[in-house]
């Protein structure tokens, strides 16, 4: 074990992180700042790093100040691929992978991995929309992995578009995004067969409860909606819905777990058929699908 790592995680562990995650950050911060495996980058002479030993620190500083290993990085895994992310966009999570895997898997043959880097083929082609894209993880992961989907992005920010524009080039797919606000007047046909949405959904009187690296670091807009109408977002992309999606076509949301039953009243009430409340892997509700109803003539 070299001595770069040792002062990697020294840093970290002054900064107040435990141990465990130390070790792993120093790791992580090892590897993909050099470029070498895991074991080679842990017995490397700092002149083999190909990276000052300097610059290794300062980084590890950023972190230990609060600052998201992500953002340090300036990468994040999803589904399989490694997206640039800074802080114009939110750092993709793993509930929002477990959105992905739900969308895909009904499209997807018997035993096909979610995260095989490929198209398989006997996947159906779509047209998706992704509402609010942000660092494009969705857009991108289904563009990816449907064979044939034509995927459109929203997202009222354009430097986040950029982002996910670059994203989408870096990882080989193509998806059309466009500036668009959601919350103002929006007119179209019914032509999405999915549309798919991570919306703010956090209320503003939540932030006293939440993690003071993403408070500090993550764009407000794609977190927050005012504690008086948490449904702000559902409600005008549920209606989007009933206008852009055909028939039988399909809503998927990522919702704040402390409104699952509301949303699902929502969209209820919206005329959505066969609305079904998802939990995610830490047992909190978090995923809302929805289907158009179908017009039997």
Not at 41 to 67: F, H, M, S, V, Y
């Amino acid at each position: 074990m070299n001595s770069v790592y040792r002062d990697i995680r020294q840093v970290l562990l002054h900064g107040g992180m435990e141990e465990g995650e130390a070790k792993a950050v120093a790791l992580l911060l090892l590897e993909k700042v050099t470029g070498l495996p895991a074991a080679k980058a842990l017995i490397a002479d700092a002149q083999d790093l190909n990276c000052p030993k300097e610059d290794l620190l300062t980084l590890a500083a950023r972190i230990a100040q609060g600052e998201p290993v992500q953002y340090v990085l300036g990468e994040a895994d999803f589904c399989g691929l490694t997206l640039k992310v800074n802080p114009s966009v939110l750092i993709p999570r793993p509930e929002t992978e477990e959105l992905v895997r739900w969308i895909k898997n009904p499209l997807c043959p018997t035993g096909i991995s979610p995260y095989m880097g490929r198209k398989p083929s006997g996947m159906q082609a779509k047209r998706i929309l992704d509402i609010g894209t942000g660092s494009g993880c969705i857009a991108i992961a289904l563009a990816k992995q449907i064979e044939g989907a034509e995927v459109e992005a929203w997202d009222v920010s354009e430097t986040a578009l950029q982002v996910a524009q670059e994203n989408a080039e870096r990882n080989g797919v193509k998806v059309n995004f466009r500036q668009v606000d959601v919350l103002g007047a929006l007119e179209g046909e019914a032509s999405f067969d999915i549309i798919v949405s991570n919306p703010p959904y956090i209320c503003e009187e939540e932030a006293v409860e939440m993690e003071k690296n993403v408070l500090e670091h993550e764009p407000e807009t794609a977190l927050f909606v005012p504690n008086e109408d948490p449904l702000l977002f559902y409600r005008k992309i549920g209606a989007l819905g009933q206008a852009l999606l055909v028939e039988g076509g399909k809503l998927f949301f990522e919702i704040n777990r402390r409104f699952g039953k509301e949303v699902v009243s929502l969209l209820q009430g919206m005329g959505y058929q066969e609305v079904e409340l998802r939990k995610d892997s830490w047992g909190n509700d978090r995923m809302v699908k929805a289907i158009k109803k179908k017009n039997h003539r």
